[in-house]
């Protein structure tokens, strides 16, 4: 009988070497050839449309699971929970309430129903608010296969069940391994290469080189996540000397903005395997970490900012001044740093598709590991990247209005709400001036105009402090 | 995965809240999923500072009362159940109310019970009567510090002059009910739920 296990393990060995030499040779030419040349072969985008027929037919089974239970299917995005009232500033609605006679009254008026509006507007914002839902992951019409996106779990079938566990066993068993190979390839490539580029002593071909190498090595990260970027408008493209700064969803979003262009990094100095890779690429290309007890001063980022940028042999600067992750629905406040150095300001949009896996990284309830293992069992990161014209600060413009204008542009082009709201907000208490701004306008309701020592429109932003960019 | 089992709103359950407050089937489901991003620590029941996490409630000056509102007597925690009782008081009053069961039990969401809301947040100890203090305090809150005492003093008594009737010099809820019999509170205490 030895004969034959000895047999059946000896195939089983050859089996196994010939498998594992064809997975790597695919691998090999298949996405690292192609990544250190810079050319694709369109796989992604033919693996992008099969997998949305399969979920669209997934949805409708769904639906039709639903019907023969007789239940509504829970979507998301048919409505709203609430019709809101456009909204009309405090002011406008007691006018209303009181007929236009009143404002100039000197005899306060009160009414007892004057509690209603407060009452209703708070009631509104439990049901309903702008702010809290864009730091969780945003809600899908169709469902994708993946069971953390699912609300209608209900509803699922037996062919729909099989079908996920085969989704499953092709992420986890398939996707998984092979990106996790690419990434540590790429990562280990760039650690490598930039270690030698280093040496050179010419500077001019030291920079070309390094330029090239950390291209090659955030196309393999690309791969790696498997995601699908379409850039827009490259004629945009951030120039030496200025600044580019992009709505923040992700730290992927480094990656895939540095998979078109160099840029140089801002951030802090961290310990570990981070500190390494920072360290790695600060030997070849210029990029700006700081140390943990820097960050918190103001004038000494500024300069060091300033001086990179006044050097026009530098890449630009990438800069997130939304300093957190948001969920990709909404732009929240730029944080006016950036904004104050006085050179040109390259705006970038980056919208993310959510069907494929969503790339919100929510920092309170995942960490680092963790988010970037779900990122590589999702079927593909993919998302849209619009390079927008250069702005510069107009006459008469503060850091602030620029910013705010800045933020707009980024906004409009890339489909997302432009708030006001901090995205700090995510951790710390919002601050009471909103609060007494509030008190202050239903002052005048009730005793008119009264001297006022401060404006009414003074810029609540001032206040706020430049927290460190990184804290996510 | 993982809590996945208690995001589950079971039918009963369901069945029971639509009897008790009149919302429809897909605006609970709605209105679930929105308590469930609320609560943070994920264990079925809401915290004052859970709201109060809420940048658009923090900033409303009376938004420690709307939130006290949602508390019954003595206690910390707001489940699902509570949560949609309270939010029962501000759904439209409509003219064929199509959930009208056997017992007659005014619905949550009549003008008295609307009135009766609003009373409550004036009446801070919760004694069924506004007294001039209450009225100072929650009048603070609304202004801050931008009215002087002696003009807001002079505001709390002409409201109570003008509504107290039998002479105790503090607004009971019939009071309030005749002081506001003019005003449209259907509109003014409702939010438009979408189906």
Known sequence: ?472 | MGSRASTLLREEEIEEIKKETGFSHSQITRLYSRFTSLDKGENGTLSREDFQRIPELAINPLGDRIINAFFPEGEDQVNFRGFMRTLAHFRPIEDNEKNKNATTSEPLNSRTNKLLFAFRLYDLDRDDKISRDELLQVLRMMVGVNISDEQLGSIADRTIQEADTNGDNSISFNEFIKVLEKVDVEQKMSIRFLH
């Open chain 1, 1 to 472: 009988m030895t004969w034959f296990t000895f047999l059946v393990d000896n195939l089983l060995c050859r089996c196994l070497g010939i498998s594992i030499t064809v997975w790597f040779t695919l691998l090999f030419f298949c996405t690292i050839v192609p990544a250190v040349l810079g050319v694709s072969f369109g796989m992604r985008r033919l693996y992008m449309a099969t997998l949305l027929k399969i979920f669209e037919w997934a949805t409708l089974r769904m639906e039709m699971g639903a019907k023969e239970k007789n239940q509504e299917l829970y979507k998301p995005y048919s409505s709203d929970i609430i019709a809101k009232e456009p909204s009309s500033s405090l002011l406008q609605e007691f006018q209303e309430l009181r007929g236009s006679a009143s404002c100039l009254s000197s005899e306060p008026e009160f009414e007892l129903a004057d509690i209603f509006y407060f009452c209703r507007r708070g009631m509104e914002t439990i049901v309903d608010d702008d702010v809290t839902k864009r730091f969780s992951a945003q809600e899908l019409q169709n469902w994708n296969l993946l069971t953390r996106s699912n609300n209608n779990f209900r509803h699922i079938s037996l062919r729909l069940t099989v079908l996920w566990g085969l989704g499953v066993l092709i992420r986890y068993g398939v996707l998984l391994p092979l990106r996790v190979t690419l990434a540590v390839t790429g990562i280990s490539l760039l650690l490598v290469l930039t270690f030698l580029v280093a040496f050179l002593p010419n500077r001019e071909l030291r920079s070309y080189l390094s330029e090239k190498v950390h291209l090659m090595c955030y196309r393999i990260c690309v791969r790696a996540l498997t995601a699908i970027i379409t850039y827009h408008n490259r004629e945009n493209k951030p120039q030496n000397g200025g600044i580019c700064v992009a709505n923040h969803t992700t730290p992927i979003d480094v990656i895939i903005l540095a998979n078109d262009g160099c840029y140089s990094l801002v951030g802090q100095v961290h310990g570990g395997l981070m500190g390494m890779i920072q360290r790695a690429m600060v030997r070849s290309s210029p990029h700006i970490w700081f140390e943990r007890s820097e960050v918190k001063d103001r004038h000494l980022v500024a300069k060091r900012l300033g001086d990179h940028v006044a050097d026009k042999t530098k890449q630009p600067i990438l800069i997130f001044p939304e300093g957190t992750c948001i969920n990709n629905t909404s732009v929240m406040m730029f944080k006016k740093g950036s904004f104050e150095i006085g050179c040109t300001v390259y705006p970038v949009a980056i919208k993310y598709d959510p069907r494929f896996g969503d790339a919100f990284w929510n920092s309170s309830k995942f960490g680092m590991v963790n988010y970037l293992l779900r990122m590589m069992s999702s079927w593909a990161i993919v998302c849209s990247v619009w390079y927008l014209p250069p702005m510069n600060r107009e006459e008469g413009e503060d850091a602030v209005q620029f910013a705010n204008r800045v933020k707009a542009a980024i906004a409009a082009q890339g489909g997302l709400v432009d708030l006001i709201w901090d995205g700090g907000l995510k951790r710390a208490k919002v601050k009471d001036a909103f609060k007494e701004e509030q008190q202050k306008l239903y002052s005048k309701v009730l005793v008119g105009e009264m001297d006022q020592n401060q404006s009414d429109d003074k810029h609540s932003q001032d206040d706020n402090p430049e927290d460190a960019n990184n804290r996510n």
